[in-house]
């Protein structure tokens, strides 16, 4: 089978499964869920074989340190990933729920009811377990998937696709629901995003060029976020100890992921202040300070701040620092150079917080918390599928809840339209 | 200026002027909603006056008929924009709106704010009425505007943009809230549509063929719908009258709209029964009616229909007639032809209804009413900017609500990430 075969015959059984899936009855849903989780457990074994034949092949490559440490299975993963299932087995099921019911002066009622979006792209690499955690996801929100991992993965991703649709099976629905592509070609993620017909959303996973490539090519609505240059604001109103915490804890508590802050805002009446705490705590954590010339008047020690410092995502032990007069300037700051991503003000003054948290308009705005906190686990979704910092569709960590769409609901009696 | 310079000062002015209108208050929106009306009102004559303008050149260059009435004004036109953008101003404003805060086990407090996209776009073609709806709907929800109608309206289209400009900036709006694009070159579409930096949102309105131009060359998110091939199902429990009455109402009252019935759909266990009736009254008020085999066995003056019948949109006096044996074959012949824009039940069996409603997954499912009602303002939407059959982001009439998205707020109380 040529490229253009395989992805004809993936993209056309993906959409047949999806009107199957899109009717399942939530006890099934969960019943396939959990004997998922059963089977990822019981096969244990023979998952860690797969993942050494990819551990192998990578170190051949010279792959090493973290990439090498994402690809890698343990015990302890597939017991998280099977736990994972079993949460997403717990949440509530989105499908079907129905929003404000409203009589008209018609005499019909009108609402909405949640239905799933149909097919759904996830383009990943590295992270074996994206396989079940997406494939979880998209069958309790009642899509169709289709996995298209990366080749350093492929012997781990066959071996998960292939547990999760016999499990799929055992309970009586199509093994299409999942399906992995077996093979890693470029060209085949290139035919696949035109598949508009038959594929509804594209969820890319991975860095800045994977996510740039596929939306560039893309005919069909992509969720993603390039990257994230999140922000920390100081407020006059702060207080000392929770504005050093929520900085160092934004800043440090794992500076690889796209939710650790970049970017320091200081308010100008406390920067000699609060704001020499704060960076003092900083650089005793071992942070590199990139300052403003007001911040380098106050903290001699940071290093001088250049333009493009500003809207750098470092996912490193390096923060930029700038001093505001002003709330204005803050926010004028986060709308110029920020990524839509996350921010948190340190305020005690409520109105200031409010303030923040209206004119802000990124995916997650926060009042007294570290910015650490952005992602679906820790706001209650249960688990994501991905983060958007593009206002269509879904705004922010995505859930169950993204993966629906609602349809209007509309019941008459007889009623005709004069 | 040059095209190139045009766009860019237009799209750079739009996205500069959306910051400012996403903070104005509801007070501040709804006061200019109102001004803009009387200022309209007052203003009629000279409304008239670019409005003949364009009859004059339109009817030079051969335009006639519903081209030609689509185009005009008149007082009560006129009257009925400004009475519209004072509904618009009645109608709760979405921004701010927060939904379902819940405290989280770290302490955190999460929910969501219902803030604007941005910057829409809408092309148009004909009525210049859209014109004052749309920009009421975009004001209305904190999003700023760039309007591009069609060459034929231009007199009109200025006339009643110069008129909403002004009145914005008599309440101290920055009149680059709306823009109009004061050129009709199709090139300056094109450059439009790859801002997407500052452009958020696309809404053609028009033909199928302006639609998909559009749609297959914008970079930009497109809400669109192509068609609407929309079925009536007379179950085998239809009340006889019920059944001849919602049939004629869909497909003849208005028959040149998008949700107008083009599709008739008949249990065969009452097909020689209620079917026959049905299509008696439908013959009787003049369609001419195109059926499978069994339909012309109960109903020989009906017309054989071949395959392309069943996804034409007739916008006309036809009617396309399938007999089906179960709720299976008719949920299956609305997937497979339809367009995912609205369908009925005729039922009194509840249980058939609640089922037609959880199955079929088009933008609007009704039970016992008319496909004729499928609209924003019939929805309670107040008015809408379009409707999608597409999934993301909105499906169905789209009004205010669509016209936001949602962040994440986060309350803590210094609250850290272990």
């Known amino acids: 089978m040529d490229h253009a075969q395989l992805v004809d015959d993936l993209a056309a059984r993906a959409a047949a499964a999806s009107g199957r ?18 089977r990822l457990e019981e096969g244990t074994d023979a998952l860690l074989e797969a993942n050494r034949r990819d551990l192998d092949a990578a170190r051949e490559r010279g792959l090493e340190g973290p990439m090498l440490e994402r690809l890698a299975l343990d015990p302890q ?27 008209r002066p018609s005499g019909l009622r009108v609402g909405r009811m949640r239905i799933p979006l149909g097919v759904i792209l996830v383009i990943y690499e ?42 799929l099976e055992e309970c009586g629905i199509t093994p299409d629901a999942l399906q992995l592509v077996p ?4 060209e085949i993620v290139d035919l696949l995003l035109d598949c508009e017909d ?35 604001y100081i407020d006059e109103h702060a207080e000392p100890k929770m504005a050093r915490d ?12 796209c939710n650790s ?14 704001g020499v705490e704060v960076l003092s705590a900083l650089a005793a954590a071992g942070v590199e300070l990139r300052g403003c010339e007001r911040t380098r008047q106050v903290f001699p020690q940071a290093l001088e701040a250049s333009e493009s410092d500003w809207s750098e995502e470092y996912l490193d032990m390096i923060m930029a620092v700038r001093v505001v007069d002003s709330m204005d300037q803050a926010v004028d700051h986060i709308r110029r150079y920020g990524s839509d991503h996350t921010e948190t003000i340190v305020t005690q ?40 910092t593009s206002k269509m569709h879904w705004f922010g960590p995505m859930g169950l809840e993204g993966l629906t769409s609602q349809k209007f609901i509309v019941l008459g009696d007889g009623t005709l339209r004069e």
């Open 349 to 388: 003054d409520i109105s200031r917080g409010r303030e923040f948290l209206r004119r802000v308009n990124s995916s997650s705005v926060m009042v007294n918390a570290s910015t650490r906190f952005a992602d679906g686990f820790e706001y209650g979704l249960g688990a994501e599928i991905g983060i958007s």
């Open 198 to 232: 038959q594929i509804d959303l594209v969820v890319p996973r991975g860095g800045e060029g994977l996510i740039r490539r596929v939306a560039a090519r893309s005919r069909i609505p992509v969720i993603k976020h390039y990257k994230g240059v999140c922000h920390v």
């Open 126 to 167: 590295s992270r074996p377990n994206v396989t079940a955690d997406v494939g979880g996801l998209c069958l309790k929100s009642g899509n169709a998937i289709v996995l298209r991992g990366g080749s350093e993965a492929i012997h781990s991703n066959t071996a998960i696709a292939g547990v999760f649709r016999g499990a």
């Open 77 to 103: 993963r597939i017991r998280a990933m099977a736990e994972g299932l079993r949460d997403v087995a717990a949440l509530p099921d989105p499908v079907g729920e129905i929003e404000s019911m409203r009589t």
């Open 183 to 186: 093979r890693t070609d470029r």
């Open 21 to 38: 899936v899109a009717e399942l009855s939530t006890d099934v849903k969960n019943a396939a869920l959990r004997l998922v989780a059963g």
């Open 261 to 274: 802050a970049e970017t320091l805002l200081i308010h100008g009446a406390v920067a000699p202040t609060v």
């Open 246 to 257: 929520i900085a160092v804890n934004s800043k440090c508590q794992r500076v690889s992921v």
